[in-house]
């Protein structure tokens, strides 16, 4: 082992690579292993402005056609693996290099996408036994024997899920909501403050509605082209899953946002909706009026999401609502008749340990919720949360094998599976977000995203639609194709008719 950071190494990484093309894979292995570094990847014909160079960066020489990865003056050789190819068993031989240099390996080895999971289940859809797709997952991409389990288990689950809908031949809505009543410090989604935008919520709903008339006239009226098939019939119908999303849609006053559910499903039928979820996040924001109104208009699902239990904590991370305030909430919701509440919590706050998080949930499990989102934070260099942290001195964002183990713990004992799982870039300990459900509690929408197995048509600022095409009989889609909602507000609601016609472009 090297290990190739001096006292006088700075806050760079910088590679030379003899190839082009690799950027991405290069700056996605090299960054796991040194998130808090700014990498550089410099590619033949890339000359460094001379302002850039600074002999305390950490260099790496990559030469791929001799299959040389050269660190400060030793070689290391790699060999090409004809089943891998060159790109992927480049990917392995820099992911070795990495461990060999820092002394470390990763959770999930070289796979530095969003979503592992569909790696299992792409190998099991292609006939692999359960011991194959764990041999495959572990030495190609050097997966821990645990993670590959954890991908193994969900992916079957999944499986188990999506057997029961035909989600290759419909269709799911996501409406984005982008306000919360505050922002958080560790904020990565489009969110704007309600009470700045309050007095334009009514042009922020009639943008959306303009959008939800596109969705009943072309979509639900199977005006649209074909759903992606290759059978040639229409996307159409009533959607398989809603979810109102953001943001925290429950920001939105009790006025705004009856008026918004009741646009939608007086244009739009969801009487065969298998699931309709709303945030409803931020317990500052629910009012029993609220649930009130989410349940008339036919939502099955929420989510009641403390992050922390811990008050020191939502004080530093400038989540403005107290522990006291999340159970109240839950109570309420339970109260008014939903049976389907999920919550989210963060692992890898600052001053958090194993401790606070066996307290957050022990104080959880009280409330029973019926399922369970763990999220690994993560946190962007330059992001609002580390200036905070670093202004008043706390530098510790530990995530560990052991809270994560904890939390697994936790949701098992409520009688919950794993069922979903995602990746950050950045993420606090290379590790994952994951869902776990009581099961029959399993939100299908958030599989049917995560897995990219149907098409979304997603409507409002920030929103992304998919556009899922399977050929027939396939079991895996052929093609996937995107459409982007700007994000900023003003923008969207300025440019509705262009988000449209993207729209129809898209789904023909
Ligand atoms: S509640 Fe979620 S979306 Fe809203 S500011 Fe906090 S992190 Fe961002």
Redesign the pocket.
């Known amino acids: 082992m090297k290990n190739i950071e001096t006292e006088n190494s700075n806050n760079t990484m910088t590679v030379r690579v003899d190839t082009p093309g690799l950027q991405y894979d290069i700056n996605a292995i090299v960054k796991a292993f040194y998130p808090d570094k700014e990498i550089r990847v410099l590619e033949p014909g890339t000359v460094m402005p001379a302002s850039d160079w600074d002999p305390r960066s950490i260099w790496m020489d990559v030469r791929v056609d001799d299959a040389v990865i050269n660190v400060e003056g030793t070689d290391h050789v790699y060999s090409m693996d004809s089943e891998l190819g060159p790109k992927n068993s480049f990917k392995l031989a820099l992911y070795d290099v990495m461990c060999d240099i820092t002394g470390r390996t990763l959770p999930w080895g070289n796979l530095t996408g969003v979503r592992p999971t569909k790696i299992a289940m792409a190998r099991m859809r292609e006939g692999a036994d359960d011991e194959q797709v764990l041999e495959y997952m572990m030495s190609h991409h050097k997966v821990s024997p645990a993670k590959a389990h954890l991908a193994l288990d969900i992916a079957h689950r999944e499986e188990d899920i999506l057997s029961r809908i035909d989600h290759r031949h419909g269709y799911s809505l996501y409406l984005n909501i ?7 410090l ?6 704007y403050p309600y009470a700045a935008w309050k007095s334009r919520a009514d042009e922020y709903l009639d943008a959306l509605f303009r959008e939800i008339d596109y969705v009943a006239d072309d979509i639900v009226a199977g005006r649209a082209g074909t759903d992606g098939d290759g059978s040639g019939r229409t996307l159409c119908g009533c959607p398989d899953s809603i979810y109102i999303g ?3 849609p429950t ?1 939105l006053d009790e006025e705004h946002l009856e008026r918004l559910l009741k646009y939608l499903t007086d244009r739009i039928d969801i009487s065969r909706c298998l699931e309709f979820t709303c945030e409803a ?2 317990p500052d924001s629910i009012t029993r009026r609220k649930l009130d109104i989410l349940k008339r208009y036919g939502v099955t699902r929420i989510s009641v ?1 403390p ?1 922390t239990m811990q008050q020191k904590t939502l004080d530093i991370i ?2 403005k609502a107290t522990p006291g305030q999340v159970i109240e909430a839950f109570r309420m919701a339970r109260e008014a008749g939903f049976d389907n509440i999920n919550m989210d919590i963060i692992l890898g706050l600052p001053g958090e340990g194993k401790d606070e998080v066996s307290d957050t949930l022990e104080r959880i499990s009280e409330l029973t919720p019926d399922s369970l989102t763990v999220h690994s934070l993560a946190i962007k260099r330059a992001s609002a949360l580390r200036e905070h942290l670093d202004e008043i001195g706390i530098e510790a964002l530990v995530n560990t094998e052991e809270t994560m183990a904890l939390a697994a713990d936790c949701a098992r004992d409520l009688g919950m599976k794993p069922y979903y799982l995602y990746r950050q870039k950045n993420m606090s300990g290379n590790f994952e977000n994951t869902g776990y459900a009581v099961p029959g509690k399993e939100c299908i929408y958030n599989i049917l995203i995560m897995e990219e197995v149907q098409s979304i048509v997603a409507l409002g600022a920030g929103a992304i639609s998919k556009r899922v095409d399977y050929k027939d009989g396939s079991a895996s889609p052929i093609n996937i194709e995107r459409a982007e909602n700007p994000k900023d507000i003003e923008n969207y609601i300025t440019r509705t008719g262009e988000m449209i016609e993207r729209k129809r472009a898209l789904y023909g």
């Open positions: 982008p306000f919360c009543p505050t922002t958080c560790y904020c990565s989604f489009t969110s953001g943001g925290t920001s996040g931020r999401n992050q400038g989540r």
